[in-house]
């Protein structure tokens, strides 16, 4: 016991200078991943010692995630040499390549101007039309994004994994269209199980005054934390919490 002891003084003899550059550590992850609220109260009362087991427990599972933002790299390097190929060749092929390294950097508009240029009327994948949609959703052109779905949705119900018909009937939505938008709301989530088509249907609910129901679908959000392995519950948080912000704004049942 005595041995013991004294091992743990050498550690905490050795965290001692450490201690705020990795509380610092935890916090600004904490802030920035949002994961239980419990952490922040370790990070704080634990000192170093309570840095270090939040850093073992949820900062150094998160790498993996971290490792796709290392892709950016090349992905901003082949923005950089399509933009200038299409100088000399505006080929369909390139603007749609061009299109999609946009469309994972974020650069909506840009993305949404080359999918223009990349669609004709012999276009007959909808590869390019659904991410075309994708574009028009996080810019709010929402009537475009209905048509470019439909389009989709006509072709293949089943869409990357019935993401497409769920933003479908999000973009229904958001257009007024509120019978189509809970028909395919129902349809859709009697087989996907995405948090997204999730979110947005119980947002559309809450819209249309079905409490009860939105507060139904929110949960079921929530319901999957305890069951999903660690590295999902990571990806899921941002959904996790907008269902728990979408809950307290539900006027009590």
């Known amino acids: ?41 370790i990070i704080l009362v634990g000192g170093g010692l ?30 950089r040499e399509l933009e200038a190929i299409i100088l000399d060749n505006p080929s369909a092929g390139n603007y749609e390549e061009l299109a999609d390294l946009y469309l994972e950097e974020g650069k909506y508009a840009r993305a949404r101007d080359c999918y223009n240029k990349a669609i004709s009327s012999r276009t007959d994948s909808p590869d390019p039309f659904y991410r075309r949609g994708l574009t028009e959703i996080e810019l709010g052109d929402f009537p475009a994004a209905v048509a470019d779905l439909e389009r989709v949705v006509s072709k293949d119900q089943k869409y990357d994994f019935y993401r497409a018909a769920g933003l479908l009937a999000h973009a229904y939505a958001q257009t007024g269209h509120a019978e189509k938008a809970d028909a395919l709301f129902k349809k859709t989530t009697q087989i996907s199980t995405l948090s997204e088509t999730y979110m947005n249907y119980a947002n559309f609910l809450a819209t249309q005054g079905r409490t009860t129901e939105a507060r139904e679908w929110t949960q079921r959000i929530l319901a999957k934390k305890p069951t999903l392995p660690g590295y999902l519950r990571r990806r899921e948080r941002p959904w996790f919490r907008k269902a728990k912000g979408l809950l307290k704004q539900l006027p009590a049942s």
């Open 50 to 79: 309570g840095a270090v087991v939040y850093i073992v427990a949820e900062v150094l599972p998160d790498l993996g995630i971290l490792r796709e933002s290392f892709k950016g790299f090349p992905r901003r390097r082949r923005i």
């Open 1 to 41: 016991m005595l041995y013991f002891a004294e091992r743990m003084g050498y550690f905490y003899s050795f965290l001692f200078p450490w201690n705020f550059i990795l509380q610092g550590i935890a916090i600004v992850h904490f802030i920035r991943r949002r994961p239980d609220n419990y952490w922040l109260w």
